[in-house]
């Protein structure tokens, strides 16, 4: 069985989202530089992580506003959202040394937009030698279309980050991965083979076999850090679901609250049964508070028949989850019979995906690789 693709809004052009009236920023692992009641400009530094070597993050205000709250894991802030203008300019990205992008992606709060939101600076030290950049374009996950409308609407910028990154790292050779037809091919793993035909081997990244990938709206964020100053305060999200009336890619301000962006896009509640940030396969379940973190790829509302009920029937070993996974693992099995496979699973969810007797097989697995870990640590 194959995972639907259900890229709906392939073709919908990028529309800005109407301002939110406040937004929350998540600011867990930082220390909040603002309190209760400061003013603050868009741009501005509002937390900053302790400097531990080079690693350090910054998150900075999507909005000329007044800070209404403070605790040690959010920041609230009411305010207007500033036109953020792209420029028009057709910058050229040469000549730029690798020390000055480092440095801007860093005061700008770059992170891994894929999703892991590690601080991209750190991706662009070179600690062994890397021959080329590789921008993921996969979005594998059902529904979600951001990236491909970045990349569509902005190509210049891309192509002037993917140079950024390439120069930072002191890579010849630069490549948007061109689209992938299966679910997974969006796990670096997988991409890097699949692309440069260079295997990964478990338990190493990428940068082990001379490639860096980099999610495509993370090479964008470079651009404008370097040739804007821009820091990170938005981004393009898509917004799907039966239970959304007006689905799309929306731009978004970072810290917006996923109510604010239902409201925008015509949520019918009354057939709303789960909504998920991110997509359907790696997401997670959200509420109307749960705000938009860099990482954010996606927000859906699915219907009930949309949502994958897990019921955990009995296995009737029909083999599909086999066919589905990526590692040529037998998922509905793992759990019964611990084995270092356990070890091997990338918790894509591909397996669960397909199941017919709805098994929860992602926590099983979850479970049962705890089980053998400690059983390990023991011996
Ligand atoms: S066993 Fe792990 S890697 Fe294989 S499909 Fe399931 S979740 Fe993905
Ligand atoms: S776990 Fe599900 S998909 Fe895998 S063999 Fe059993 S019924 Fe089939």
Redesign the pocket.
Known sequence: MKIPKLKNQLHSPIQRIRLPDSIQLQINGCIPLVITGDVVAAGSLIAKSATVGNIERSIHSPFNGRVTSVSHSTVDIEGDWPNAQTSAAHYEATGIEADKIRESCRMAGIVGMGGAMTPTHLKLIPHRPIDTVLVNICESEPFLTCDHRVLEEYPHEIECGLKLAMTAVGAENGLVAPKINNYTSGYERFLVEETLGRKVPVNRRPTDVGVLVLNLQTVRALYHAVFEQRPLTERVITVDGDAIKRPGNYLVPIGTKVGHILECCGWDENISKQIIIGGPMMGDSADKNTPITAGTGGVLALTSEQTAKVKD??????????D?CPLGL????MDRNPSADLLACITCGA??F??????P?VKNIQKAKNAYLQKSDSL
Do not use: D, H, S, T
């Open positions: 029937n009995p296995c009737i070993r029909c083999g599909l989850c086999m589905a037998w998922p509905g099995q397996c669960q397909v199941c017919p007797a709805q098994r097989i």
